[in-house]
């Protein structure tokens, strides 16, 4: 089953496909792109629709989705971990 939609092999984070998803949980996604699976283990409760991040990011760093910057990180997240508004922000304000 796919818990994690992920569009390119670039992107440092997946989004959320299922209801339910609990710290702890091992995932997988699938990446277009390639038609490829990955395995990432959840760090946190995330809601449906919400981000998880594929690898660490650090802190000021650019966050990739759907191939495309979506904003930066102004905490450090970790491989895993819930990436929302409480560790990224856009880069427009």
């Known amino acids: 089953m796919i ?4 569009h390119d092999k670039k992107d440092t984070v ?3 496909v ?3 998803v609990k710290a702890g ?18 760090l946190n409760d995330i809601p ?3 981000k998880l991040a594929l690898k660490d990011i650090g802190n000021g760093e ?4 759907y191939g495309f910057d979506i904003g930066k ?21």
């Not at 818990?3 to 992920?6: A, D, E, G, N, R």
């Not at 491989?79 to 427009?92: I, L, P």
């Open 14 to 16: 997946g989004v959320i």
């Open 62 to 65: 650019t966050v990739i989705k």
């Open 73 to 93: 990180a102004v905490a450090p997240i970790k491989k895993g971990e819930h990436a929302h508004v409480h560790n990224m922000k856009t880069k427009r304000w």
């Open 48 to 50: 449906i629709g919400h």
């Open 18 to 20: 299922i209801e339910g």
């Open 25 to 42: 949980q091992e995932l997988t996604g699938w990446v277009m792109e390639d038609d490829s699976t990955i395995k990432v283990k959840a």
């Open 3 to 6: 818990q994690v939609l992920v």
